[in-house]
């Protein structure tokens, strides 16, 4: 079968809707190893598959994150969270990478911090063996499990950051996702109950069990949702504040355990 050319490739991508389509073309090319591949990739892309799934990779905090099918792709715009948690945090030594899927903001600040203790959870069983390829350089620990349940016990009070990339997005408005994310990414990294908060509300409860005296809970979430955030973790005896990137139009609620005793 005779390879298609770059120019074919990029026509393909730009009559598929693909606004990028120079861009992707480019890495789609890079990517594909034999004419076969690329052809199957081309085909990939043009259906709706991300391209992020279609090349096997996302680039993430200046690394390259692994990705597999049925795994959700990491948005650039969760970078910030991962800026915010190396600022509040600078010197942390364990690291907690909470609804990991891929496991993209564990090894992300694992490869900022230096040697620290990781560990990387998700409920979907997918998304743990994918992380483990990325967090493995870094020594990871990965656990399957419903939140705070996947994690060892011996964490609990020594983690100075656990980061949270949890769903966000309100039962009602998955069916308003690009189709890219509704067709190809787990609806259990996307639904987060009728507000979109159902998951942060359970995390903020737990994590003062789980942090260490000064460390930190963030959580990225909607401008629209920020104020119910905020008042979750301050609910939860966290020290609260919230972080806002004009460039990447992200929101992050950041909580800090204040140095007293556990709750009772």
Known sequence: ???????????????????????????ILSAARTPDELTAMVDRRVAGLPLEL???????????????????VPRRRTEFLVEQALAQAPDASVVVDLCC??????????????????????IDPAATDCARRNVAPYGGHVHTGDLFAALPDALRGRVDILAANVPYVPSGEV?????????????????????????????ATGAPDWLAPGGCLLVETSERQLPSAVEAFTRAGL???????????????IGVRTAGPLRS
């Open 1 to 27: 079968m005779p390879s298609l050319s770059p120019a074919s490739v990029v026509a393909a991508l730009r009559t598929a809707g693909c606004v990028f389509a120079e861009d992707e073309a480019r890495l």
């Open 54 to 72: 279609v090349v096997g990779w996302a680039e993430f905090g200046g690394l390259r994150i692994v990705l597999e099918p049925g795994v959700f």
């Open 101 to 122: 899927g891929s496991g993209a903001v564990g090894a992300a600040l694992a490869a900022a911090l230096g040697r620290v203790e990781l560990h990387a959870a998700d």
């Open 175 to 203: 069916g308003l996702l690009p189709a890219e994310a509704r067709e190809h990414e787990p609806l259990v990294a996307l639904d987060g109950g009728t507000d979109g908060l159902d998951i942060l509300r359970a995390v």
């Open 239 to 253: 020290t609260t504040r919230s972080a806002y990137s004009e460039e990447l139009y992200a929101n992050v609620v």
